[in-house]
């Protein structure tokens, strides 16, 4: 019974001892590096759309050949336009405008008082944007492109000018605008485009007489919006 007794106490004995050896061992160990939660990174989309009201508002001038002292007015309108702009960079956009508007051309000076014709325009506008981003919330932007458009269900007045039609023409386009974002899809945009858009034109007088000419529509396109950011 005796030598059970010793048995059992060394073996408690050098358990202890392993047991002060192993922790002194793990004191001695260099502390593992801290651990840190990866930051969520938001996913980017490219795409963005803006739904706006968009002032037509043109420069009321034109010329009508061997007619000295002629011009001729074009209409205002407010239309609708929707925009598709793609983000290449978050700096870096394309933007694609899309609308029609109508178009009536009248005559002034000395031909005040005849009533040309009317025009549908397809005015498809691309251009190519730097969007600067260190604004917070308010997001300016500039931008250059080309316009071209197309003029369709031209009709004449009738009276005088029994026939008109206006060139499809392409035009340079200047941009400056803002988006100003509530959220990071939600924000409400405006954008001021300036196109330099001279359709030449062709119509027939009362007669059967040919005439030709030049209209200066160079608008200014005003539009204001919301903005969606997918």
Known sequence: MRKLLVAMSALMMATALN???ATAEAADMP????????????????????????????????????????NLATSDV?????DISYFFTRNIAAELIL?????????????TGI?????WLLPPTLTLQYHFTDFGAFKPYIGAGVN?????SQSAAGGTVIDSHLKDTAAPVAQIGFDYMINNHWGFNVDVKKLWLRPDWNGTLAGGVPVTGKV???????GTGITYKF
Not at 78 to 82: D, K, M, S, T, Y
Not at 99 to 111: D, E, I, R, Y
Not at 115 to 119: F, I, L, Q, W
Not at 148 to 152: E, H, K, V, W
Request: no cysteine.
């Open 19 to 21: 047991g002060v050896a």
């Open 31 to 70: 502390a593992g590096k801290p651990f840190y939660k990866a930051p969520v990174v938001e996913a980017w989309n490219p795409w963005m759309i803006r739904l706006r009201a968009l002032g037509v508002v043109t420069r009321d001038s034109g010329t009508v050949n061997g007619i000295p002292g002629s």
């Open 148 to 152: 071209y458009t197309f003029f369709f």
């Open 115 to 119: 009533d040309v014709g009317k025009s």
């Open 78 to 82: 407010v239309v609708p336009e929707l």
């Open 216 to 222: 200066n529509l160079d608008p200014w396109l005003i």
């Open 99 to 111: 609308g029609v508007t109508k178009n009536h051309v009248t005559g002034t000076g000395s031909l």
